[in-house]
């Protein structure tokens, strides 16, 4: 069974920090690559970032250079570190294979507010 469980959003202010992370089941983990993506209200989900089995890492334009994706491949776990945060990352953010299957988990709400 599919199962991803993204934790560690919040409120921020503009400028600072979160880490994100998501809990992926083995199945997903050890055969696909791995991505975040979000969806802002009123928009559609768009991909942020990816990263390969070997460790490779691509980003979307509006994120390169703030934010890293990461994975431990022992905790079947991927992060993504969000520096300099805008109220424009405001979003609710989601991980799953990249490209995604259909099954998607419920997400963790990131707001950058002041």
């Known amino acids: 069974q599919v199962q991803l469980v993204e934790s560690g959003g919040g409120l921020v202010q503009p400028g600072g920090s979160l880490r994100l992370s998501c809990a992926a089941s083995?199945?997903?983990?050890?055969?696909?690559?791995m991505g975040w993506y979000r969806q802002a209200p009123g928009n559609q989900r768009e991909w942020v970032a990816r990263?390969?089995?070997?460790?490779?890492?691509n980003y979307a334009d509006s994120v390169k250079g703030r934010f890293t994706i990461s994975r431990d491949n022992v905790k079947s776990t991927v992060y993504l570190q969000m520096n300099s945060l805008k109220p424009e990352d405001t979003a609710v953010y989601y991980c799953?294979?990249?490209?995604?299957?259909?099954?998607w988990g419920p997400g963790s709400q990131v707001t950058v507010s002041s």
């Open positions: 799953n294979a990249f490209p995604p299957l259909r099954n």
């Open positions: 083995g199945s997903i983990f050890n055969t696909y690559a």
């Open positions: 990263i390969g089995n070997s460790g490779n890492t």
